[in-house]
């Protein structure tokens, strides 16, 4: 997010709203496709999330979507209108979106955007295997086993507890490290329950 305000702010800056358009809507359907898939069973307090890590995930989730809704209100503006004022029915104290500052990006937060990409493509890969079995993508997975490198691997740990839930994964999480050269691509092969 923070990428994207920068990024849209400096092509408003040099008066080139086309591009400012393609880097805010380029992070809004990855946001929708994969952010909010990863983060929906930590925002219920499903699987084993604790209650702060729910809220940890409803405020990210409600704080990116403000600033969505405030990078797409130059181009959409009723809609962001109407969406602003769902978020703000109970609070007079948020008027018009149209009256809210432009995001800035937060400075203090490490960028996670690695680990956001590749779990990414992990959690689209299963998405995958079942679209391929023609079952539910609420089916269950065991016996996962992931080909990436090792560095890969490391950064599919860090989101892993969320690829898990997301992915309905049950059984075990396999790395095969040896499979892949540095850089390669990440390969995911699952057994449906």
Excluded: M
Aim: a negative charge; glycine letters at 6%; proline letters at 2%.
């Amino acid at each position: 997010l923070n990428s994207t305000i920068a990024g849209a702010t400096d092509a408003f800056e040099n008066y080139d709203h086309a591009k400012a358009l393609e880097i805010i809507e380029s992070f809004f359907w990855s946001f929708c496709d994969n952010f909010i898939e990863l983060v929906k069973t930590r925002a219920y307090g499903n699987e084993g999330f604790s209650e702060s890590e729910s809220q940890s995930a409803k405020a990210a989730l409600f704080f990116s979507l403000e600033t969505v809704l405030k990078l797409l209100a130059p181009f959409i503006p009723y809609s962001t209108e109407e969406a602003w004022s769902w978020f703000h029915k109970s609070s007079n104290s948020k008027g018009s979106i149209h009256k809210e500052n432009w995001p800035e990006s937060i400075n203090g937060f490490e960028n996670k955007d690695d680990v956001f990409q590749i779990a990414s493509v992990v959690i689209s890969q299963i998405r995958g295997l079942k679209s391929v079995a023609n079952v539910s993508q609420k089916t269950q997975i065991k016996n996962v086993k992931i080909d990436a490198d090792s560095a890969t691997a490391e950064v599919i740990k860090k989101g892993l507890s969320d690829i898990l839930a997301t992915g309905n994964i049950i059984g075990d999480i396999l790395f095969n490290e040896s499979a892949a050269d540095s850089g390669a691509a990440i390969l995911v092969k699952g057994e449906l329950v």
